[in-house]
């Protein structure tokens, strides 16, 4: 009916708009834009089916990607999108690399013929960082590049990718999740010190680890958790839990135990040349100072005394001559 009403000429524009307006939902598309604001990995979970967070590893699904993000409603001049790109805190964030060290979720690879960061990532091996398209669009250019953000604590709207020969999936946007969403039941947590064959390799992973170079280990809460003291006031708090069963940081993510030996190390170092500038370095420069103070205060007084001398020699001197010459007077007085 809808269509009857249109005229002639206006009648191929009608069917124009209804097509671009739906194009982000066509079964052709292989992606689809999400624009509900989650965190990164509550962002995994929502893709539909098995579909995941698109990469954007070629040239052709950078365009694909950009001409989507412009077609779909509403229309955002800036748009920031999570990608399937992350790095988790058990490896380092390495600048040579085209991503960073980063990898994409759908087959944890490396490869990419497009980098294009708009912000490099900070060096860090401790924290879990994932990456969003961000990019802005001026009228007649676009342009776009990878960013690195806090994978729990951001939001933002998400891409997901079909993989490459799965048609069971529906695309399209999917709903905003209700407020009152119930909330998964938690898994009985195992009491301390139990012992199961099915899961003994995941728990001896939680075993003491060693860490020599910090200052303290302390076992707590049953075995189950772990505070690394270092020195210079570091500390790390480790937790076993989650599946499978290791040291997790207190954020649930996985613990890299080599980047804490390397943080106490470093600060044993910083600790080391405290005490060696406290013991060594400072008692030396007093001594010096002190030295120097004394030299300074034995010169003082020998220039002083000899200043004294030479005074006393030049008053005997004048007196001297002043005797000579009354005597003198006294002498032609009585001739």
């Known amino acids: 009916m809808a269509f009857q009403l249109c005229s002639c000429w206006t009648l191929h524009l009608c069917i124009f708009v209804f097509l671009l307006r739906n194009i982000s939902s066509a079964p052709s598309s292989q992606y689809t834009l999400n624009h509900n604001k989650l965190s990164f990995n509550k962002a995994t979970k929502k893709c539909p089916g098995s579909s995941v967070l698109t990469t954007i590893a070629t040239q052709q699904e950078v365009d694909e990607i950009l001409k ?22 058990s490896e380092c964030i390495d600048r040579s690399k085209p991503l960073r060290g980063f990898k994409w979720l759908e087959n944890n690879s490396e490869e990419s013929e497009v ?47 079909v993989k490459d020969g799965d048609t069971t999936i529906k695309l ?20 301390p010190g139990f012992i199961n064959d099915s899961h003994s390799a995941e728990l001896r992973s939680c075993q003491r680890p060693s860490i020599p170079e910090a200052r303290s280990l302390k076992m707590l809460s049953g075995n189950m958790k772990i505070q690394v003291q270092c020195w210079s006031s570091i500390s790390f708090d480790l937790v076993c839990s989650g599946e499978p069963t290791v040291w997790r940081l207190e954020n649930g993510a996985l613990a890299n135990i080599t980047a804490i030996k390397i943080e106490c ?25 002190v030295l120097v103070f004394l030299l300074v205060v034995i010169a003082v007084t020998v220039k002083c005394c000899l200043n004294r ?20 007077k006294d002498s032609f007085s009585l001739a």
């Open 68 to 89: 989507l993000i412009f077609k779909s409603e509403p229309f955002q001049n800036e748009f920031t999108f999570w990608v399937g790109l992350r790095i988790t805190s």
């Open 115 to 161: 980098s294009q960061w708009a912000e490099d990532p900070e060096h860090t091996c401790t924290t879990d960082r994932c990456a969003a398209l961000k990019g802005q669009f001026d009228g007649s250019n676009v342009t776009w590049g990878l960013i690195p953000l806090n994978c729990h604590k951001d939001k933002n709207a998400f891409i997901c990718k």
């Open 172 to 191: 399209g946007s999917e709903p905003p999740p209700p407020e009152d969403t119930p909330i998964k039941p938690s898994k009985p947590k195992r009491e």
């Open 265 to 289: 190390a470093n600060a044993t170092q910083k600790e080391e040349n405290s005490v060696l500038w406290s013991t060594i370095l400072l008692p030396v420069l007093i001594a010096t100072g």
């Open 309 to 328: 001398r030479s005074k006393k020699r030049a008053i005997k001197k004048a007196e001297k001559m002043e005797m000579k010459s009354k005597n003198r």
